[in-house]
Nanobody, 115 residues
Framework: QVQLVESGGGLVQAGGSLRLSCAAS????????AGWSRQAPGKQRELVAT???????YYADSVKGRFTISRDNAKNTVYLQMNSLKPEDTAVYYC?????????WGKGTLVTVSS
């Protein structure tokens, strides 16, 4: 069964950094397009960043200049480097990826930024 497994979340002080990872397992097929979304308590899920199979990227205005999405095709893994974190970045972060035409979601990893 194809799964996406996120890791790298945790507690960090404002101004700090974290790197999230999203690894595909249970498949020999490569991740095509992928992205990260987040959901803060009491708020709707919002798109944070995406990366295409060719490496083109998109960022939400709220994270532009602070977050970087990247991919390692050899490891079938997508990353989200988060710098200059703010308390408002606190949320559960979800990875989403297209694998063989099917959209998959991970279970999420919690990021908490203290002030």
């Amino acid at each position: 069964q194809v799964q996406l497994v996120e890791s790298g979340g945790g507690l960090v002080q404002a101004g700090g950094s974290l790197r999230l990872s999203c690894a595909a397992s249970g498949t020999t097929f490569s991740i095509n397009a992928a992205g990260w979304s987040r959901q803060a308590p009491g708020k709707q899920r919002e798109l944070v960043a995406t990366i295409s199979s060719g490496g083109s990227t998109y960022y939400a205005d709220s994270v532009k200049g602070r977050f970087t999405i990247s991919r390692d095709n050899a490891k079938n893994t997508v990353y989200l480097q988060m710098n200059s974190l703010k308390p408002e970045d606190t949320a559960v972060y979800y990875c989403n990826a297209e694998i063989v035409g099917t959209s998959k979601w991970g279970k999420g990893t919690l990021v908490t930024v203290s002030s």
